[in-house]
């Protein structure tokens, strides 16, 4: 098959997780593909799971990476919604079948045939894996979508991800509604950027937290207008009842029946994250209540133009911390640790070869 672009990336090549210089082609650009100089790509703990094998399903080496945001440096003939020169996102997913009834109903990504950013096959472009942290990338202009301008665009990396996953399911389940309550269980990636849409949204936050240390940014800086630690059961039962809805964001094993008490009957739990191990479901925690337990999976493509749309009205952006590529393996382990607030973002044009 022909090559396309020289890309310059990281990958792990193992369960240790560790990622090294990484060279490779993009695929030779069709007819309605546009090429993007990568600029930012955030760091999401679904990275950190993948390259760690954490669900079992790495496929090696794993170039992770799917919160991206760049310029667009040359498009197809086919191409109608982009040109150069745009500034333009990729999220956690490049390609879908476009047939089944979740596209035709413009939930892509709900397909089964997604094709994840990284760590997937494309097997409408040959069956070539796909490919994150790099400088250079090609993707359908249908999964590409438009940053509105004023946002900074390393701030609006994670929104790629963390923010359409927490929008998604918020617009969804009506917890977009002033004066609702909602909760945000951990404060990471996707629970800050769910703090910050609830209140544009002009709803009451609670946060329901491990972390102590973040109680004084969550108020003053994120806008939270309540934080409970999820280990004091004073404060849990102090709040029972009192939620409308809850996302929970949380990446690891923990007791969900806590959580639950705290919606109001009817009220709905939304699970974004993803813990390798299962999480216990009493019936006693939902049933009497009429409560509701659901899942949610990043968001279509137009969510995220939509999320992106209301950030840049908004003036919504993530808290970052803005690091070089050769910094990243560092940034894993602290991020492994909750040591970050609240999201890494890789300079990816300041630290590759700028390929595009
Ligand atoms: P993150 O930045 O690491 O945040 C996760 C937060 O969970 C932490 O900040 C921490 O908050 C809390 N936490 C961590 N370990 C915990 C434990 N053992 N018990 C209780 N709380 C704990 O991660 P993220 O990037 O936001 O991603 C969160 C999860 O969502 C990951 O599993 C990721 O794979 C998943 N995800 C899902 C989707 C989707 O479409 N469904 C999309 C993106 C990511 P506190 O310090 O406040 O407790
Ligand atoms: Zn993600």
Redesign the pocket.
Known sequence: MAEGKEAHGWAARDVSGHLSPYHFSRRVPKDDDVTIKVLYCG????D??IIKNDWGNAMYPVVPGHEIVGVVTGVSGGVTRFKAGDTVGVG?FVGSCRSCDSCGKGNE?YCAGVVPTSNGVDHAHGGVPTRGFSDVIVVNEHYVVRVPDGLALDRTAPLL??GV?VYSPMMRHGLNEPGKHLGV???????HVAVKFGKAFGMKVT?????AS?RQEAIENLGADEFLI?RDPEQMKAATGTMDGIID??????PITPLLALLKPLGEMV?????SKPLELPAYAFVPGGKGVV?????SVGDCQAMLEFAGKHGIGAEVEVIKMDYVNTAIER??K?D?R??FVIDVAGSLGSAA
């Open positions: 760091i999401c703990h679904t950190l799971h956690y990504n991800c963390a996953t269980v951990g404060l990471g990636g996707l629970g946060v329901i937290s491990t972390s973040k999820s964001t949380v990446s690891a094993w923990h699970i974004v994250g993803g813990p899942g949610s999976n990043v968001g991020l492994e909750n970050v609240y999201r």
